[in-house]
Nanobody, 121 residues
Framework: QVVPVESGGGLVQTGGSLRLSCVAS????????MGWFRQAPGKEREFVAA????????YYADSVKGRFTISRDGAQNTVYLQMDSLKPEDTAVYYC??????????????WGQGTLVTISS
């Protein structure tokens, strides 16, 4: 089964920035809304942001609104998450997946390996 491939995580200080990438190839992803999710240590996976198939409409979790920006490049089959003003509570493994538009839930059960983001205080 095809799964997204996430990259771009790392260790940054509070207030810093990171840009995550997710390559999601093929018909399974190309014309569907996509989202970013994250899972912090000891917590359940949670929704972060979503973008529609064209990249023209987005929505965010309240905790990241105004700091994170989701976008997609259809030609490159890539979804991005620009993360600014990072906080220690943003520390998590970040995943991308198809999203049920208008909700905070994924629409595919298969997940990639994710990319680890660690924010130091």
């Amino acid at each position: 089964q095809v799964v997204p491939v996430e990259s771009g995580g790392g260790l940054v200080q509070t207030g810093g920035s990171l840009r995550l990438s997710c390559v999601a190839s093929g018909r399974t992803f190309r014309t569907y809304p996509m989202g970013w999710f994250r899972q912090a240590p000891g917590k359940e996976r949670e929704f972060v942001a979503a973008v529609n198939w064209s990249g023209g409409t987005t929505y965010y979790a309240d905790s990241v609104k105004g700091r994170f920006t989701i976008s997609r490049d259809g030609a490159q089959n890539t979804v991005y998450l620009q993360m600014d003003s990072l906080k220690p509570e943003d520390t998590a493994v970040y995943y991308c997946n198809r999203v049920r538009w208008g909700t905070r839930t994924n629409s595919l059960d298969a997940w990639g390996q994710g990319t680890l983001v660690t924010i130091s205080s």
